[in-house]
């Protein structure tokens, strides 16, 4: 699939700047990776100071961010990259914002399992809250192999992922709502519970934006508000622009 949209430049630089600048947003998303993974370890099993390493981490994957914008720009100031070129750096500066936005959320969830790990500790450890998390986890690497491999397919998968990641969001709300009525004394604590879980939901969110950017850059259409069933046949046929 990558020979088929990137051609070899004159200038082995160039090859070698889009060849950093992709190697970068994988080193970045393995980070996030991390981050996101010891977030939802935190909260699952009560282990504060985990959630506030996790919080504390996060200027990391700020860092990438800048660094990665900064090259992005260099690029464009001195290579005027065209077609796939260009779609290619106008996907990794959307792509590293969503890593940042998931980096935000995996502080946001490390800092509820903080303040979690300080209340009772429920019978069943927040299992709503691991089957959720592990299913975002699951997106997110999806998301950031396809977009290491280019591949329109299994960002499809991903997209088609979302809805689902949505309805367990909304049955915990419910089920939180549920407790809060039933026992008022548990109102913060199921509050922390589907603020986590609303976290969770966003990163999922991302993920898909993630995968709609794939199908960007291979494909060179834009995705965003259109039928999935409409992105399902562009996908299939193998369209472009």
């Not at 001195?78 to 890593?99: F, S």
């Not at 397919?153 to 915990?172: G, R, S």
């Not at 966003?202 to 995705?223: F, M, T």
Request: hydrophobic share 40%.
């Amino acid at each position: 699939m990558e020979s088929e949209i990137f051609a070899q430049h004159i200038s082995r630089k160039f090859n070698e700047d889009l060849e950093n600048l992709r190697t970068q947003v994988s080193n970045m998303g393995g980070l996030v990776e991390r981050q996101l993974a010891q977030a939802v370890e935190a909260i699952v099993s009560g282990d504060s100071e985990l959630g506030l390493d996790v919080a504390r981490r996060d200027v990391e994957v700020n860092q990438f961010e800048v660094a990665i914008d900064e090259e992005s720009s260099r690029i464009l100031a001195t290579r005027a990259p065209a077609a796939a070129d260009l779609r290619l750096i106008v996907a990794v500066i959307k792509a590293i914002t969503d890593l940042e936005r998931i980096g935000d959320e995996a502080q946001r969830i490390g800092m509820l399992a903080a303040r979690l790990a300080t209340e009772a500790k429920p019978r069943d450890r927040h299992d709503e809250l691991k089957s959720l998390g592990e299913h975002v986890q699951e997106m997110v690497h999806d998301a950031l192999d396809a977009f290491g491999r280019l591949d329109p397919a299994d960002a499809l998968a991903v997209v088609e992922e979302d809805k689902y990641v949505d309805q367990e969001y909304e049955a915990i709300y419910r089920q939180c709502i549920t407790q809060m009525m039933e026992d008022p004394r548990t109102i913060r604590r199921f509050m922390d519970v589907s603020w986590a879980a609303r976290a969770l939901e966003r990163i999922g969110d991302h993920a898909k934006n993630i995968s709609e950017y794939v199908i960007y850059l291979v494909q060179g259409k834009d995705i965003r508000h259109t039928e999935i069933e409409d992105v399902r046949i562009h996908v299939e046929r193998g369209e472009r622009g």
